[in-house]
């Protein structure tokens, strides 16, 4: 337990969940992440969509960058009234559930589900495709390195929420600094100069326009840029995560939250199309991401350009944790309305619900594996999740408002039924431009996903039903077992299993399958078990010698006992198993294991009368022999 | 078991073990496979050590292998008389244990057992790489074809002896009949033109001469030429796959393997000579083996070249199925005097030796895996091996004769002793030579497998002793266990436990560990069980509740069950564990499995005093509850 101990830290007692609580600081490294990341790429993925444009393109970014950030706030507003109304947490899933029916909390809680894993691969690959552009010569070790970090982000969160955000506080908020402080200078340069600006390092040029400006090219753009509202959802899934009043806490959060990404967002657009910034061409040999021109444009390639752009890279990285943080906050809401399995409800020994960051940290890792670390094809497909659970999210607090009134729910009604209806035409809008690029994978995945929760549902309602309590337990009579005794050879481990049996139940037979020793044992067993109980009284133990033509031991066996069981309705049947335990587990490879596979059958073919017992031999260890 | 049939054949009864002996003709395939494959690889090698001689290297090849030859007849003799003292299966492991001590027998052992495990990889591999650089475009699939190749010959072997020698047969007879015609027409030209025949194609020019003769030379190209000696001594390990009279079916199979590659060698050397073939650079980009250019300059490049071309491939391939007729048969010999887990010892469903069929096909895959299915630098390793068993079988023969006497020992004396001398001095030569290049591997592995031998042996031992059969056995009167009972809920599954508890002892103790859920199971139990045990007037199990501010469930469980072992000497221990068996395997998801847990701990940190009782409850299956 020392290696446990060492790794993920002592267990900590379930009184102590207090102490684990974090305050905003804390908060905004854990839940933002995510959000803050977004900024790097966001608008980038809006000018990108607008290269066909030219020079012209970039003349769009502010607008259209101004549009995103209204959405935002309309998204900020409807939130902040979620985690009002749901301070138990108030994730997308239980406010469709509670507000839409189940079939919509569902929807949301899978599209949230494949959002969050697909944020922790795309994240992870796109911060090591970042350092190994810079370093060339680490590309052979891309998935090495997707994997190592992934290891090590699953490890930080196994040791408790408290530590995950002391960890992650340093590079957030490095990135936030760095960032606003070159958008300051910039801002600062740009009013000097009058509104044209010098670059330091001019960006590259534009590519020439190919394509006329068009209303389906635009919503294109925005709906690429919405990428940068992917995460803000966040914090209203965490809400119990929070230090008392949890939901001013976790309200002063999310404020917080958009209010750095209000300010990214519109600094990076505002001095992107004062410095004539464009996108260069992703997949091309010359590519050069947005906030590098930016950066470079600002205030040169001197150390701070590096210190930004390496923040920038930890920052993509750390992305993934928000999802580590509410994935598994979200399996368990699920797993307690019994959707998914109920170990995801189980705090482990750190207070965090551990089966979810298992499983988080075992689906995108295999996820890296069979995208080789490189996971360019999968960031279309993991906007849809975000903005599907954003709308089915505040659809359900119109719902919610309706029902429940209020002082303000008129005004409330408004700005989530203007927020429900802005991300649910995202959501067209983003499916329908990124359909073909790999968004119907989406489209499928969450039906599916939807299908194998309401099956686990069925499941664990049939198993309920089946083993119901009994009304009446009659103890009734002791009725002894029918012993069944499997022996190789007469040693003291079969002396010592037999003795078990005679302890449990007088009626024991022995069965032997035969072979060249079978004659001696015959011969052993009258005389030193068959004689001494019939001097001692007792019922005598019976050896059964069974013919195995084909030389297979474990198979007669069981049919033996199946047929005993047969033939015996009304009794049970107790199969006692001597076993060698040995001392080391190379042992293990000398011994043959068929008490392992007669077990393994019994459990598979045996009926509701067959109990295993396993009667331990431990090798090379001083056995505190019984009675 | 349908499966298994198909792909192994029916089970055959330990009665059809004659039916699968082997005849003659079968045996040159299976056990000739591997010395006759020699013949395609043992000259070139040769030749390859004297490129540096130029032309001049041709001349001194006739000389080389008829030196080979003589130490070929010498081991022949040997082995003749080694299969008639020992019809049992002489093999060098036996031959040596019994005349010159376990030890020695025990180096023959593993020098033998790593012989053929290099034989498999190194044989499979070379047929692999003719036909890549045969077929350029399989290039990127030398790996897949390897593993599939070792596949279908494990496979093969695991449905039985006779089966694989019919299988084998065609293409070891198509492989010596068309180098024997080949040669033949050779002869024939060469003496029609007087001894100096013009090649149909020529073969590439020597290199130039950059080195003189020397003794050192010489006898590096002869212990290279003597790799064509391996896989002689398998008839001998193979004794008792034949048919009676088995001593005389196993010398007439070795007769005539060692005729026909004594006529191959022969054949080679001299055409060889006669047609002033040399060795290409066997790395270099001209690269064409020995024989290729032989049949080109014999018969052109036409069908019959491309026939007998194919045919060496196929037998390159395959000559690493006389491992898989010997190795098992190794490892069962070794096994029976228990220096190898006994299981080497079972026969499977086709009467071969299964276990040591799968794990030569396991070791061999993972070294086509580690090596990537390219295992030149393996190929110094193996003769090694087949000599030092050669030398130590033979030398065991010299004191068979001197202890024995017999009519003829003093001429056998002899035969032995110059065949010992000969392969002896062959070992250190080849050692000496191949030292660096890679003969160090098997100087470290022999004696680390023949340590682990003996450490097997003892632990066999040791156990032995243990568990000896007790000389009395006192049934005494039944002393019922101690019967603890894991709790989580009331439900059919513990009451199912509970029933069969009380069948086997009147003195249960529940344990359970608290939860949310504890005040009602205990007003359950009170309900249910204590009640109405109280009024049938049987012994009121007990509910023990436990805490656990930690969360953990199985460790009380465990703490509580070795104390109370160790506060009842004298007592056994029986844990009743309810289990739930899934009627799918993908429902064993949805619950979790602390019984599994609970089980393994138990078993782990148990004494002698537990045992450990499953009841198991069906799933979705009706059960057929017990009284």
């Not at 490189?374 to 960031?379: C, H, K, S």
């Not at 929760?453 to 198993?463: F, G, I, K, L, N």
């Not at 297979?552 to 198993?577: D, H, K, S, Y």
Request: net charge positive; hydrophobic share 50%; with cysteine.
């Amino acid at each position: 337990m020392s290696i446990l101990d060492f790794l993920l830290g002592r267990p900590l007692s379930s009184r102590e969940e207090q102490g684990q609580r974090i305050a905003v600081l804390a908060g905004i490294a854990i839940f933002g992440l995510d959000a803050l990341s977004s900024a790097a790429y966001g608008p980038e993925a809006a000018l990108t969509v607008m290269r066909p444009l030219g020079a012209l393109g970039n003349q769009y970014l502010v607008p259209i960058s101004l549009s995103i950030i209204a959405l935002l706030t309309i998204v900020f507003f409807s939130y902040r009234q979620t985690i009002a109304a749901y301070p138990g947490g108030g994730g997308s899933y239980t406010v469709a559930r509670e507000n839409l029916g189940s079939s919509a909390g569902l929807l949301a809680g899978s599209a949230l589900m494949i959002d969050y894993i697909l944020n922790v691969a795309v994240g992870i690959s796109a911060g090591v495709g970042a350092l190994v552009s810079a370093a060339p010569s680490l590309q052979p070790h891309t998935l090495a390195l997707c994997l190592g970090i992934l290891a090590a982000i699953t490890l930080i969160n196994l040791r408790g929420l408290r530590e995950a955000g002391l960890i992650f506080m340093a590079p957030t908020y490095l990135f936030v600094g760095s960032l606003l402080l070159a958008i300051g200078i910039g801002i600062f340069k740009t009013l000097a100069a009058g509104g044209e600006p010098t670059p330091v390092v001019a960006p590259p040029a534009f590519p020439p326009q190919i394509a006329a400006v068009g209303w389906w090219l635009l919503l294109k753009a925005f709906a690429s840029g919405c990428a940068a509202m992917t995460g803000v959802e966040a914090v209203s899934n965490g809400v119990t995560a929070f230090r008392e009043p949890v939901a001013k806490s976790a309200q002063r959060t999310l404020g917080i939250i958009i209010a750095i990404l209000i300010a990214l967002l519109g600094g990076i657009a505002w001095l992107g199309q004062a410095y004539h910034i464009g996108a260069t061409d992703p997949g091309g040999p010359g590519y050069q991401s947005m906030l590098s021109q930016l950066l470079g444009a600002i205030a040169g390639r001197g150390a701070f350009y590096y210190v930004a752009i390496s923040s920038v890279v930890v920052v993509l990285v750390l992305s993934s944790n928000t999802s580590f943080a509410d994935f598994p906050r979200l399996c368990r809401v699920i797993a307690e309305t019994g959707y998914l399995p109920t170990s995801f409800g189980a705090r482990g020994r750190r207070l965090v619900y551990s089966e979810g960051i298992v499983v988080l940290a075992a689906i995108s890792g295999v996820l890296l594996i069979v995208f080789g670390g490189v996971t360019d094809r999968l960031i279309p497909l993991f906007a849809i999740g975000a903005f599907l659970a954003f709308t089915l999210s505040q659809a359900g607090m119109v719902m919610h408002w309706k029902r429940t009134g209020g002082r303000h729910a008129r005004h409330s009604i408004v700005v989530n039924a203007v927020g429900a209806t802005a991300t649910g035409i995202t959501v067209v809008v983003v499916l329908s431009a990124k359909f073909m690029e790999g968004a119907w994978i989406t489209v499928i995945m969450v039906p599916l996903l939807l299908a194998a929760m309401v099956a686990v549902r069925r499941h664990y309602e049939s198993v309920a039903q089946e083993i119901a309590a009994p009304l009446e337990f009659s103890p009734g009579k002791p009725n002894p077992p029918l012993v069944v005794l499997p022996v190789q050879r007469w040693s003291l481990i079969a002396a010592q299993a037999l003795r078990f049996a005679l302890n449990i139940s007088p009626d024991v037979r022995a069965v032997h399958i035969e072979c060249e020793e079978s004659d001696r044992l015959v011969k052993e067993w009258q005389d030193h078990v068959a004689r001494p109980a019939r001097e001692s009284g007792l019922q005598e133990p019976v050896l059964v010698v069974i013919e195995s033509p084909y030389r297979f031991v474990v198979t007669p066996i069981l049919t033996f006992i199946l047929n005993l069981e047969r033939q015996n309705p009304g009794r049970i049947v107790a199969v006692v198993i001597p076993e060698l335990v040995e001392s080391r587990w190379y042992h293990y490879l000398l011994h043959n294991q068929r008490a392992a596979l007669l077990k393994a059958l019994l459990m598979m073919k045996g009926t509701g009368r067959i109990a295993i017992v396993d009667v331990p031999w431990y090798l090379e260890r001083k056995q505190r022999g019984g009675d």
